[in-house]
């Protein structure tokens, strides 16, 4: 597995002081893991958006500690960022040890063609995308790539259980989680309400109705009589 090199400077400026640091062009840091005394740290902001791009949260970083005869192995554990600016406003790092297994979240990516989603009103959704996995640091993969050629019908799924990893590569996720699916489009059909009696085109007089229509024409010829 490939690493990336970060210089950064132990820092001295902490609370709200850190806010001229960034005002500057340094971005705040702190550095943690198992076995050794927390360090806070500082880098700068361009080089550090640069590496973070390429790092994202599973590859090994080389951090040389100004003043430090050794570079220490790392990853980024969180980067907390203002969503209003998009700027950096802190970074945590976490020292691994190379000899012991560490869990990390790793991203999915869907590859291959499903002929179910090619199919009219059909879409491929994505249900998982992070795969919780335990291995080495070394032997952690950048991403996972799932294979979604199997589906080709609109009634399978990929499941995590349908992941192939390596073997030095631990699943921790629930096997059964869906990873992938096909979504069907619904059509709802417009169904025409009955008309109410009475409505229907053509339809014939009640039976009161046709004969007090009789009766009319009846009553007028008798009152036509008596004047005579």
Excluded: W
């Excluded at 340094?26 to 080089?47: K, R, W």
């Excluded at 976490?94 to 879409?123: E, F, H, M, R």
């Excluded at 799932?146 to 799924?157: F, G, I, S």
């Amino acid at each position: 597995m490939s690493t990336l090199d970060l210089k950064v400077t132990k820092r001295q400026v902490e609370g709200k002081k850190v806010k001229q640091l960034r005002r500057d062009g340094i971005t705040p840091a702190h550095l943690f893991g198992p076995e050794i005394e927390s360090v806070a740290i500082q880098v700068d902001t361009p080089t550090l958006k640069r590496m973070l791009g390429e790092a994202g949260h599973t590859k090994l970083i080389n951090l040389q500690i100004a003043r430090e005869k050794s570079p220490r192995t790392v990853m980024v554990r969180e980067v907390q960022i203002d969503s209003l600016k998009d700027e950096v406003l802190h970074v945590d790092f976490y020292q691994v040890q190379l000899t012991v297994n560490i869990k990390v979240d790793v991203p999915i990516i869907l590859v291959g063609d499903s002929a179910a989603a090619k199919a009219k009103g059909n879409t491929l959704v994505q249900e998982l995308n992070e795969l919780t996995i335990e291995c080495l640091p070394a032997n952690i993969p950048s991403t996972i790539e799932v294979d979604v050629t199997p589906l080709v019908t609109a009634d399978l799924m990929v499941r995590v259980k349908d992941i192939q990893v390596a073997k030095d590569v631990t699943i921790l996720n629930d096997p059964d989680v869906v990873v992938a699916r096909i979504a069907i489009e619904v059509v709802e059909k417009v169904v025409e309400k009955p008309k109410a009696e009475g409505e229907a085109e053509g339809e014939a007089p009640a039976e009161g109705e046709e004969a007090e229509a009789k009766k009319e024409p009846a009553e007028k010829a008798e009152r036509s009589e008596k004047k005579e």
